[in-house]
Nanobody
């Protein structure tokens, strides 16, 4: 069993930066994958943002955030960070962190992820 707890989020203006944090606890193996997804509004599907292997690789990004966002292992134990730079209004969403314990290469498919954080809202105003 893995528990996932997120922190961060809030309101910013376009061009600002923000960091989201995800702490996973429990039995975690090095081959696990941690993904970030976002849901722009209730009723919309979650969309893939980024993913990172528990040992720091591989790393994957969606085309919409590549070059602006960076996913990394944090210095604190069992922490994964999502650094979001140059935020735009279309980045506004509820962001979720999730853990895939049996990665099969479908890192952008939210159905592959078993354990989910509670979500955190990011609001971007112009």
């Amino acid at each position: 069993q893995v528990q996932v707890v997120q922190s961060g989020g809030g309101s910013v203006q376009t061009g600002d930066s923000m960091t989201l944090s995800c702490v996973a606890s429990g039995r975690i193996l090095d081959n696990y994958l941690v993904g970030w997804f976002r849901r722009p509004s209730p009723g919309e599907e979650r969309e893939f943002v980024a993913a990172i292997g528990w040992n720091g690789s591989p790393i994957h990004y969606s085309h919409t955030v590549e070059g602006r966002f960076a996913v990394s292992k944090g210095s604190a134990a069992n922490t994964v960070l999502l650094q979001m730079n140059d935020l735009q209004t279309w980045d506004a969403a509820k962001y979720y962190c999730a853990v895939d314990r049996e990665p099969r290469g479908a890192w952008d498919n939210d159905n592959e992820y078993l354990y989910w954080g509670q979500g955190t809202q990011v609001t971007v105003s112009s």
